[in-house]
């Protein structure tokens, strides 16, 4: 999928974000990827950033970590970041594969 046209603020923020999440996250993260109207480019002015964590493992601590990084980053730009933390297992299994959600990240994901 192509780089969707982002906002400066949108890029600023998603750069902070990825940034402050790479950093606290460490070894445990496999990757970020931006999805919904951002990535499809169909978003309104008011859209939020959807934005999946991939990580290995511990689901609940990073997702603790994960949503204050993102309340932080979205009163310092004015956005609204929308995190959902998954792990790599979940993205692998085969039920979950065929959810809306999942689905809606592989064919619109865009690796940030």
Sequence with gaps: ??????????????????????????SNLFELRLFGSKARGDAAADSDLDV?????????AAEDRVLDIAFDVNLAHDVYISPRVVTRA????????????LRAIEREGVLL
Excluded: K, Q, Y
Aim: with cysteine.
């Design 90 to 101: 979940v993205m692998d299994d085969p039920v979950w594969r065929l959810t809306g959600l």
């Design 52 to 60: 999946l964590v991939l990580v290995a493992e511990n689901r609940v």
């Design 1 to 26: 999928m192509p780089t969707p046209e982002l906002t400066r603020r949108d890029r600023s923020a998603l750069d902070d974000f990825c940034g402050r999440v790479r950093a606290a996250l460490g």
